[in-house]
Every structure is written in C-alpha cells, then in structure tokens.
C-alpha cells in the first residue's frame, strides 16, 4: 500500500480529529486500492476503522501513518488480475512506514499463487506488505 495510484473507501459515517490527527470510519468501511502501476488490487471490508495520519506539510493532504481494522476484516489482493491472497481476521493493523501487517484474533489466509495455501491463526501473525519479501515472522 506504499505506492497507491488511487484509492476509494466509503463508510457509513467519519468523524476526523483534526487535533489528534486521526480519521474514524463507522458503519461498515469498503475500500479499493491500485498500486502505482496498476498491477496489484487490494479490497478491505470491515465494520471499523481508525486511521492515523501523519501531519501535512505545505498545504499538502495529509498521509496514512498507521490504519487499524475492526471487525469482521476481510482483505483480498490480486496481480495482474490473478486472486493473490485472502484474509479474514478480527483486527488488522497497517504500519506504512514499516510496509507490514499485523493481525489478532483469529487469522484466516489463503493464497492463490502457483502453490495455494491455507493458513489458519488462533492468536497473531504479522505479514511484510511487500510481496517479494521471504521474511517469515
């Protein structure tokens, strides 16, 4: 999510926190992300979110620092049009500036690369966002 050509999200209502820096969305969030050069899709659903941003700098708009997910996230990537992975877990947090995922409570990934797999989770696991990394946490 380091290099988004466009995103949308919409949400059943947002409440920014100007003094705080943050945005919450409430009601139900979708989102739609394109990565720079169009290859890679990411769609998040989830009940709740919290995003905390990163103080503007000439008149610029602000920039995500970190997004947690509440409830009932599901998180589904695709390259070049082919399904890449699936989540689904109660709690994500997104660290921009690490390009990492962490998630809680109950894990579910699938993968659907060349070699699926099925990865099921009762506590925690963190993901690198970056999909050549071979690091394992």
């Known amino acids: 999510m ?3 050509r466009n995103a949308n999200f919409k949400g059943g209502s947002a409440t920014y926190d100007q003094a705080a820096n943050t ?3 409430d009601g139900g969030i979708t989102a739609h992300l394109e990565s720079a050069q169009g290859e890679r899709k990411t769609d998040i659903r989830a009940q709740r979110t919290l995003a905390n941003l990163a103080a503007s700098t000439n008149n610029s708009q ?3 620092k970190t ?3 509440f409830d009932n996230v599901w998180i589904e990537t695709a390259t070049q049009g082919a399904k890449q992975s699936t989540i689904e877990t109660a709690y994500a947090f997104y660290d921009k500036g690490a390009d990492r995922f962490e ?3 109950g894990v579910h990934i699938v993968t659907g690369s060349e070699e699926s ?3 099921k989770a009762g506590d925690a696991i963190a993901i690198d966002a970056d999909p050549g990394s071979n690091e394992e946490h």
């Open 23 to 25: 945005l919450a969305v």
């Open 2 to 4: 380091s290099s988004i």
């Open 117 to 119: 797999a099925d990865v």
């Open 62 to 64: 602000p920039s995500v």
């Open 103 to 105: 998630l809680k409570n």
């Open 67 to 69: 997004i947690e997910l």
